[in-house]
């Protein structure tokens, strides 16, 4: 398949007081796993049910329960990593990771620190026409999820809700290879896409199925180079992470905020102390919520429960051949296969419903007429309704059948627009409506010229007046336009017109 040729962006920049800085961010995505029954247990991962009904035994860790793994959500985890062209690991491993929180009543979260699941892997993060950066993956691991706690609905009592615990994650952790705001906001975008188009994650980020751990640094210009060229990350500057972002503006607005944060720090003398932070959308800032905890404050260990995991090559392979086409692989084929540019190629594949949708109308047809038609007329309108495509008025049959009777002649563009309006709002078949409500546009140059020697005997100033500037002639065919209730074909009136006033 044809590679998209791409350059990389440029780093942002952000002129201190006293220098120019860089930016180095490096992102921990959690993707909540789409799967009916949790990680270990076979309790409902269904969102909004009733506090506490999606609770089995071994999520409330009641003594004596033990964790059975879900290969549905092993199976999901593969295909996340075949998707961002990963390395998959045939052992891994699951470690407790010990902490004391009311939502987590095991006193640990099962993850996977040592052995994980998938190995590198990479993200192409288009960031316009022609530019890409590739944003190296470091790791997929796979973990449970926690419970939530509620602080807000009782003065003197907090409660707990642990539908949510024991829920599948997939954390995705990207090597420090993105430079700025907008490449993290198209970074989460740009997994989210592919998640979705392999059914692994629905990436509802208000609903918390993806939220991510922003790491931000500031270096010096040329800081970054020496970096990749030695691989030593001391020389970049020390991070501080942003816990839980589940907004791409938000992710943006933080990250601005921390990188200035850090250079008035900097250049003032005193230097970053690594630690976690809190992005208070209110105020727009960010504050420390603890120093950075190191695995050792976890007490990370091999939990005795779980078997290490060891998955089969043809398993992985067998996973492999039921990947459906990726974005950056569609989008390619979109450009060469139908002749479009790369932006609208974008719009097309950015979700696979809409690129599916398309396919349908173009199939057969004028593939650039139909990507105008989907994208400007069909996708435009939704938009404005606030519809997704799933709630289209108009099939995709519908539309094709609109595109057919302009190839054909029998409608104009411009009638075309009314009878797309007509199909929108009151449905219908397109060849009937337009028989029915005599939208055929007439191409009899007979009858068309028969009006246009109408409309000029009728008004000889005029003629005079367009014989001497030929760009008058556009008055004629309006008049023309008129006169047949827009019915006329706009180019054999034209043509008519100008020979008429020529002669
Ligand atoms: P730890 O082992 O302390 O968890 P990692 O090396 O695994 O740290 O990195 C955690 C995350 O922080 C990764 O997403 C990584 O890309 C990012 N990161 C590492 N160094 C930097 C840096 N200097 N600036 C920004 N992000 C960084
Ligand atoms: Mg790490």
Redesign the pocket.
Known sequence: MLDLAHEAPKPKVISGAKSDWEL?????VHAQVSSKAKLFSGASTRFGAEPNSNVAFVDAAMPGMLPVVNEFCIAQAVRTGLGLKAQINLVSAFDRKNYFYPDLPQGYQISQLYHPLVGEGEVLVDMGPGVARRVRI?RIHVEQDAGKSIHDMDPTMSFVDLNRTGVALMEI????DIRGPEEAAAYVAKLRQIMRYLGTCDGNMQNGSLRADV???VCKPGDYERYQETGD?RV??T?CEIKNMNSMRFIQAAIEYEARRQIAILEDGGSIVQETRLYDPDTGETRSMRSKEEAHDYRYFPDPDLLPLEIEQDWVDEIAATLPELPDEKKARFVTEYGMTEYDAGVLTAETENAAFFEEVARGRDGKAAANWVINDLFGRLRKEGHGIGESPVSSGQLGGILDLIAKGDISGKIAKDLFDIVYTEGGDPAEIVEARRMRQVTDTGAIEAEVDKIIAANPAQVEKAKANPKLAGWFVGQVMKATGGKANPQAVNEIVSRKLGD
Do not use: A, T, Y
């Not at 952790?173 to 420090?176: D, E, G, I, L, T």
């Open positions: 180095v961010i490096g992102l921990e470091e952790v990207s090597r420090p790491n931000v640094s990350h970049l500057g991070r």
